[in-house]
């Protein structure tokens, strides 16, 4: 078979097109290219018409990141496109029918509202027009629990969405990225995943959207889910494992605002010697509402709650959580919610109440008892 006739025929066996050139210097990942996508397969067409269809949306991050000459181990982010990541894990065309689209190339400490709408507009209409089983997001890991928080707040239906990254980027020799990615597909693959929310992937574990949480600067072992534990494990060897049925219960979700961004809310870590400084900061800037990443269960020194109070009064929204790892802020203990009209953030780190809290503010949501009730967890 002639070069040109390979090419064409590794078309005909998949919807992601086929690069007429190695990818990147180490064809970015170990393995290179699945075989399968290179060429045509005896009655591969019969069997993939039955497969799952999978919307891979790529976002930028570590994942997509090739290495950058300025240090030893130092990278930029977003350079591959999720194009190339789909071609580049062996395999893949086994799982799914995939389809590839780029909504940004950047890396996920520039994350905002505009991707974030872009996104779970894209992945709402997928649904809503049956264009797929299941979507994988691919994202940079510093702010991939916020994205999946937000997007399992305003997504509809009980397709599963699965967002993915990785610690290492994809020219490193050691890169993580394949392995999750696969992983990843996997899950958003199969139909035990209906009904369980926005899941993230990584390091061969499933955690749900709610608990996740970066635990580490470095290791490719950091996420992880403090309160409640991964919902499930998967490999490429055994499967997946979930640890419990999906809960079938039917979630909370909000309205994407008009435009493109949500209400200003702040956070304040609390720590030793605090003044009111801070809070008044966050409020002559225009904050909506206010987190405080507390100590212990959500407190913080005298000053500061008299600010707090006062911005309760006012009617900004006053979130209390705690800037420990693990562990619930709980109503009424050591602070008068109550009486200061505060609300607490249950089992949500101070970056996933943010997120909430300005879904809430966007939504018009003021009555105390209502917000603490969207607040408090379901699980």
Do not use: C
């Not at 018409?49 to 930028?60: N, Q, Y």
């Not at 409640?228 to 494990?233: I, L, S």
């Not at 050591?334 to 249950?346: A, R």
Request: proline share 5%; glycine share 10%; hydrophobic share 40%.
């Amino acid at each position: 078979m002639t070069k040109d006739a390979v090419k064409s025929a590794g078309r005909r066996q998949s919807r992601i097109p086929i690069l007429a050139v190695p990818l990147l210097s180490v064809a970015l990942w170990s393995g290179g290219i699945s075989p399968a996508a290179q060429a045509a397969e005896p009655g591969k067409d019969a069997t993939t018409a039955s497969l799952p269809r999978i919307l891979v949306l790529a976002t930028g991050g570590t994942i997509a990141g090739q290495a950058d000459p300025r240090a030893t181990g130092a990278y930029k982010s977003g350079q591959i496109t999720g194009e190339q990541l789909v071609q580049s894990v062996p395999g893949l065309d086994k799982l799914a029918k995939l389809n590839a689209e780029q909504i940004s190339s950047i890396g996920s400490q520039d994350m905002n509202d505009k991707v974030w709408f872009g996104l779970a507009r894209r992945i709402q209409d997928a649904f809503d027009k049956n264009e797929a089983d299941g979507v994988v997001v691919t994202h940079g890991t510093d702010t991939l629990e916020e994205t999946a928080f937000f997007l399992d707040n305003v997504l509809r239906g009980d397709k599963p969405v699965v967002v993915v990254g990785s610690m290492r980027p994809a020219s490193a020799a050691s890169a993580d990225g394949p392995g999750n990615l696969y992983e990843a597909v996997q899950v958003a693959s199969d139909p035990r995943s209906r009904g369980r929310g926005v899941m993230a992937v990584l390091n061969d574990k499933i955690e749900g959207a709610r608990s996740v949480t970066k635990t580490n600067t470095t290791s490719i072992e950091t996420f992880a889910s403090a309160n409640g534990g991964p919902v499930g494990y998967v490999d490429t060897a055994g499967g997946i494992r979930f640890m419990a049925p999906a809960a079938g219960l039917k979630r909370t979700t909000y309205q994407l605002p008009a435009g493109e961004q949500l209400p200003r809310v702040e956070i304040v870590y609390s720590h030793a010697n605090m003044d009111a400084v801070p809070i008044e900061d966050a409020i002559s800037h225009g904050a909506k509402g206010i987190v405080l990443a507390g100590v212990g269960d959500g407190n913080t020194s005298k000053p500061a709650l008299d600010a707090l109070e006062a911005a309760a009064k006012k009617g900004i929204m006053v979130v209390r959580s705690t800037r420990v790892r693990s562990g619930f802020v709980t109503r009424n203990v050591e602070v008068d919610d109550d009486k200061n009209g505060f609300v607490v953030s249950e089992d949500l780190n101070p970056q996933k109440a943010r997120v909430l809290a300005q879904l809430l503010i966007a939504s018009g949501m003021t009555a105390p008892a209502e917000l603490q009730r969207a607040f408090t967890a379901t699980w």
